[in-house]
């Protein structure tokens, strides 16, 4: 028979709870997305400015805005963004929820794309689900890695790619940025990106190692049935497109048919749009995220899940 020592005893346990602490905060987090059936029941942080993760904009038509009081908002043409948090605020109060039944009737998911995340609330499609990521990259690459240059060699001109990654150790949505294939053979990607606060380099092509390695998890999917001449097309007009720059929605207004200037998902979708007048917005909503263009199942089928 042997004996541990009671300081060893200790070693152990604290061992052993350091590695069930760690599992729980990476493993359930990155290999499997917490679903929020209702983002009214997250918790939002009111110090975060509107559009970050704790405080994501609230998108309503601006013949709403009467039914908000003075809560704090920004007007954008014939609509109005809302600090999630403060929305929320309002209506925990059984008197301001019936008041704001009408939007809050409205409920839909909370999506995002280059660190804008926001609830658009003139969308088509309501009481969807939202997904949401709390890990850094690095942790969701080590549990789910993927072959990216074995990805690549299944790559197309004109297929769409879309990265997931984490934003200030949390994001909406299964992806949040989304680029095109102009140049398979190559390894060409591209997207419309910028860095705070600047909106520069906008429009660009970079090459797929650099794509792939900013991101915990790609998908790809591919315009289904495309004829031989529709591709070239839409890989000519995106590129005749490069060196536009990017555009913040809260600052440069959420008109997605305006050429001026691109968000990731808008280059991706108005390239399909304006050249083959394919809506690959599946809910047409005054926002095209890269969410509505991977589930744009009536144009496009899945690659790369």
Known sequence: ???????????????????????????????????????????????????????????LPSSMASLLGDMPMKQSGDFVFIPAAQLQEMAANPLMAIALAPILKQLSNVKSFDGFNAVDLTSTIKNLPSELI?????????????????IRKLLRDGDIVFGSHVINYMTWG???HVAIVVDASRGLIAESTAELP?????????????????????????????????IPRVVTWVNERKG??????????????????????????????????????????????????YYSKDYVEVIVP
């Open 134 to 150: 709390e890990a850094p990259d690095a942790a969701a690459r080590k549990i789910s890695p993927q072959n990216t240059e074995e």
């Open 174 to 176: 299964r992806f949040n």
């Open 1 to 59: 028979m042997f004996t541990i020592k009671p300081f060893r005893i200790i070693q152990i346990v604290s061992a052993i709870g350091a590695l069930c602490i760690a599992a729980a905060s990476v493993t359930p987090a990155t290999a499997q997305p917490r679903t929020i059936d209702s983002w009214l029941e997250f918790k939002f942080d009111a110090r975060a400015s509107i559009g970050d993760a704790r405080n994501p904009a609230v998108i």
């Open 244 to 293: 536009k720059p990017y555009r913040w929605p809260i600052i440069q207004g959420l008109d997605k048919l305006d050429q001026r200037r691109f968000y990731c998902s808008q280059l991706v979708w108005l390239a399909f749009k304006d050249v083959l007048n394919f809506d690959l917005d599946v809910d047409k909503g005054v926002i095209v995220f890269p969410d509505d263009i």
């Open 198 to 230: 600047t909106d520069m380099p906008g429009v660009r092509v970079v090459d797929w190692k650099t794509f792939a390695a900013g991101y915990s998890h790609i998908g790809v999917v591919r315009l289904k049935g495309s004829s031989a001449n529709e």
